[in-house]
């Protein structure tokens, strides 16, 4: 069977972005990585928000074989996947106001804290009011979006602004708006997201630039083991038991 020329061009196109996020955006990678680091170090607690598909990257360094034991997922209920049903009602929430003032307070999440916020698109309501809440906290603000959709569509927040106007650092996905890579004849919609892949390459290389840090200042990045090897599930035991203050998602 002959190679898909539509694949073959997915790829072309993921690698092409993750070359640019690479190229461009290496200082804030940098800069997102110290301030994680210095999270830790600082004795504070690192969480992650994502709504709808953009959660999937929040997940992706929570609880997770080869990341640090002391990610939490920020989960805003209706919002954190596409099993809510019907799945229209997350995108709905994500445009209600004060939905992220009452996660915030209800959560554990206090001043010296660390928050990254996942939004592609950055203008609804809920990462906007996310990250403003964040910073009144006290908390240290990462946003991972697209800069693009501030610059091409309007704020659906009534201040207008984005998630990028209230964050300490922010990482540009640079993916295009209508997050979409190919077309093709006879296909009327453009297909193939790549979101999902950039947005956890930024994830997993601001995690990589955190133990860096940590170990670069003479301090053990307190990362997890995969429990399919060998002696997994001890090392882990002992890195929840020395961080149990700082793991939520045992509770």
């Known amino acids: 069977m002959s190679e898909s020329k539509l694949a073959g061009q997915f790829f072309d196109a993921a690698i092409g972005l993750l070359q640019r996020v690479r190229d461009e955006e290496s200082s804030s990678i940098t800069a997102a990585g110290t301030a994680v680091a210095d999270t830790v170090a600082a004795g504070g607690r690192l969480f992650a928000f994502g709504a709808g598909h953009s959660s999937l990257a929040a997940q992706d360094v ?11 997922l920020l989960a805003v209920p209706g919002v954190v996947g596409v099993d809510v049903m019907p799945a229209t009602l997350g995108s709905a929430l994500e445009r209600v106001d004060g ?4 996660v915030l307070d209800s959560s554990p999440a206090r001043a010296g804290d660390l928050l990254v916020i996942i939004s592609l698109s950055g203008r609804n ?3 906007v009011e996310m990250a403003m809440n964040a910073h ?4 240290t603000v990462i946003g991972v979006t697209s800069v693009a959709y501030a610059q091409q569509t309007e704020s659906r927040h009534a201040s207008g602004t984005f998630l990028k106007d209230h964050c300490d650092i922010v990482l540009d996905s640079h993916i295009a708006i209508g997050d979409a890579e190919l077309t093709h004849p006879g296909i009327e919609a453009p297909f193939a997201p790549a979101s999902t892949v950039v947005t956890s390459a930024l994830m997993q290389a601001t995690m990589a630039a955190a133990a860096e840090q940590l170990a670069d200042r003479g301090i053990e990045p307190p990362l997890l083991r995969s429990g399919n090897v060998d002696g997994g599930h001890e090392w882990n035991g002992r890195v929840m038991s020395e961080y149990a ?3 939520f998602f045992r509770h």
């Open 136 to 139: 009144a906290l006290g908390l």
């Open 125 to 127: 309501a809920l990462p």
């Open 99 to 102: 939905l992220a003032g009452a």
């Open 62 to 72: 929570v609880y997770r074989a080869g990341g640090l034991a002391l990610m939490n």
């Open 245 to 247: 203050d700082r793991i």
